[in-house]
């Protein structure tokens, strides 16, 4: 999936390792330990992973930098939902194959590793730290391992019952903090690896959730999103029993937020309350990510998504009929097996129904482990490109004439994107929006501003600076 920000990675890199400074225990002067590079591919879940196992690598007393050639730890964190995306890092990884790797300690993280566990050593030898996300807990005592001489560590258990925290992480976004609140999956949608390579959903303690988005606002960051592969389905382990919408009222609560985002909801999990919470707090923002997957009745009973179309469209009911209007994307699958062209031809017309701001679709990609697997996955590449291909271009027309209607709005935009032309800035609404605007203002980054519509694209929408 697409990085949601541009801004240059030196100003980055010099922000948030002052952050990293900031919370560092103590303190203290830590010992150098050398260098890592770390590249992460997949999801937003993914992308926080890699900022917190940065910040572990950093509390330890490594330094990041921006290329593998510079490092002595290499770390690839690895995504597994599709094939393209699985087969990325042996592609990278063979780029080791004829170089000198030279003592430099070379790991895969993620799905991937889960999923292929220490097959991978077989594979590139030159690997010696194997680790899915589900292990995470226990990186700092692998690092000690390697660190202590031993040659090859690998954390592939999924039945932990442990979340992945961590006292330091090193965050890429300065305004926006992203903090996963559940981790793993515990549906079983036919089709996913999620279960299997993070294994069983676990929630994070309510109490540790607040500490942590004080500190994060005393740090200065405004905007938290909270993450989960089904946020919603929240299940506070300690004895308050906090309900996700109650967490997301106390989370807008702490004194020096201003925006609190969640991201990704499971529809059978979103209930009225959710919306409530919307309508009664400006802070929470007004966007809700909702996979349908299909538009069909029979493909969501195959995919074991436990909704038909008219029970998602409820839920989509609940949203339109609330007091402020609810931006809402979703993810989409065509081509799963056996999906036939009338069944396609409903997901086409889920899309006009709902009128979504946005969607993420993909081809059907059969993988490992999953029940689908053993379903004959008939239909042909060119017809998932065609199908697919016919979806974007219905959204695409739906997005610019939702967008066109826009224009002469006016939106809070929190500044996070300097364009090289002069006086051209960009930031996201409340909505999750992406707007270009014009401003004569010479420091906006990180800051929220009033922003009237000028202009509008399917992707995106033109502005100037209102005063
Ligand atoms: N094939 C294609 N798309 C998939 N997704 C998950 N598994 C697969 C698969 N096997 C998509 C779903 C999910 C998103 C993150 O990735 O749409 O919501
Ligand atoms: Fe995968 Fe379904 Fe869980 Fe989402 S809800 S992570 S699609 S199993």
Redo the contacts with the bound molecule.
């Keep these: ?1 697409s990085k949601a920000f541009d801004i240059g990675l030196e100003s980055l890199a010099g922000e948030s390792s002052l952050r990293t400074e900031a919370v560092r225990p103590g303190g203290l002067a830590l010992p150098n330990r050398g260098t890592f590079f770390l590249e992460t591919f997949g ?1 937003q879940m993914n992308d926080h992973d890699s900022e917190k196992v940065a910040g572990v690598l950093m509390s330890r007393g490594y330094q990041q930098v921006e290329s593998p050639e510079a490092a002595s730890v290499i770390f690839y964190n690895t995504c597994s ?2 094939e393209k995306a699985a087969q990325k890092v042996f592609s990278r990884l063979g780029e080791f194959r004829d170089k000198q790797h030279d003592g430099k300690i070379i790991g895969v993280l993620g799905c991937v590793a889960q999923q292929e566990g220490e097959a991978i050593f077989k594979r590139a030898p030159w690997v010696s730290l194997v680790c899915g996300s589900a292990s995470y807990s226990k990186l700092p005592g692998m690092l000690a391992q390697l660190e202590a001489g031993n040659q090859r560590v690998t954390g592939l258990d999924t039945d932990t019952d442990e979340t992945f925290e961590t006292e330091v992480t090193r965050r890429d976004n300065p305004w926006r903090a992203y903090l996963t609140i559940i981790e793993g999956c515990d549906k079983a ?1 036919t ?4 279960p299997f390579t993070r294994g069983p959903e676990r929630s994070r303690a309510s109490d540790s959730i607040l500490r942590e988005v004080r500190q994060l606002a005393e740090l200065g960051y405004s905007e938290v999103q909270l993450l989960g592969q089904t946020v919603n389905s929240y299940a506070d382990p300690t004895a308050r029993r906090m309900r996700f919408s109650e967490l997301l009222l106390a989370v807008a609560e702490v004194r020096g937020i201003r925006r609190v985002r969640f991201t ?1 909801s499971h529809p059978s999990d979103f209930t009225p309350d959710i919306v409530e919470a919307i309508e009664r707090e400006p802070k929470i923002c007004d966007h809700v990510h909702l ?1 349908v ?1 299909s538009g069909s009745t029979r493909v969501l009973r195959a995919m074991q998504r436990t909704y038909s179309r008219e029970e998602y469209l409820e839920k989509i009911a609940l949203m339109r009929g609330a007091s402020r209007p609810i931006g809402i994307t979703t ?3 065509v081509g799963f097996p056996g999906e036939t062209e009338a069944e396609f031809e409903e997901t086409v017309s889920l899309l006009e129904e709902v009128q979504y701001d946005s969607l ?8 490992p482990n ?1 029940p ?1 697997l053993s379903m004959s996955d008939s239909i042909s590449e060119e017809e998932k490109s065609r199908r697919l291909a016919i979806l974007q271009d219905k959204q695409r027309e739906i997005q610019a004439a939702k967008n066109a209607r826009l224009v002469g709005e006016r939106f809070e935009v929190l500044v996070s994107g300097k364009s090289r032309r002069e006086n051209q800035w960009s930031g996201y609404t409340t909505a999750h929006r992406m707007i270009n605007f014009a401003s004569q203002e010479t420091e906006l980054l990180g800051t929220y501003v009033q922003v009237r519509v000028t202009g509008a694209g399917p992707n995106s929408l033109a502005g100037e600076h209102a005063v």
């Design positions: 999936m999801c939902i599709r949608c089709y996913c690896v999620v990704t996979p997957q993810d989409i699958i993420f679709s993909f081809k059907y990609s059969p993988r999953t689908s």
